[in-house]
């Protein structure tokens, strides 16, 4: 099975979120996007994949959303992906694929939604919050 995370290793859900793909059983193809970035095409297959608009992958924190001024409704679907792909920071991650869906994993928990073997046990997060996957899907 082939699962593949949009990583950054500098942020904390992404490295949790990373440890529970691993801690299910698999090791997915990580792509750390601020080195690769995903091409237009591919980041318009996510965002539809996950039933989501361009604005809701938006990432404020931590980017030049403010000095852009992204908050602003008038800029286009399509114009929100240039900035994107003009500034990778501007994507939220991680966005993680799988057979089962594709899912932006914030809160990381989220991954668990598309793993086939989701029942990891007690997972720790860096922060020292415990996610019990008792009753999830596979294993």
Known sequence: MTITIYHNPACGTS??????????????EVIEYLKTPPSRE?????IAAMGI??????REKGTP????????????????????LAHPILINRPIVVSPLG???????????????NARIGAFTKEDGEVVDTEGKRGG
Do not use: H
């Open 15 to 28: 490295r949790n979120t990373l440890a529970m793909i691993r801690q299910s059983g698999e090791e997915p």
């Open 102 to 116: 594709v899912v932006l994993a914030r809160p990381s928990e989220k991954v668990l939604d598309i793993l086939p």
């Open 42 to 46: 591919r980041l318009v297959e996510l």
């Open 53 to 58: 608009t361009p604005r809701a992958l938006l």
């Open 65 to 84: 959303y403010g000095e852009l001024g992204l908050a602003d409704p008038k800029w286009s679907d399509d114009e929100i992906i240039d900035f994107m």
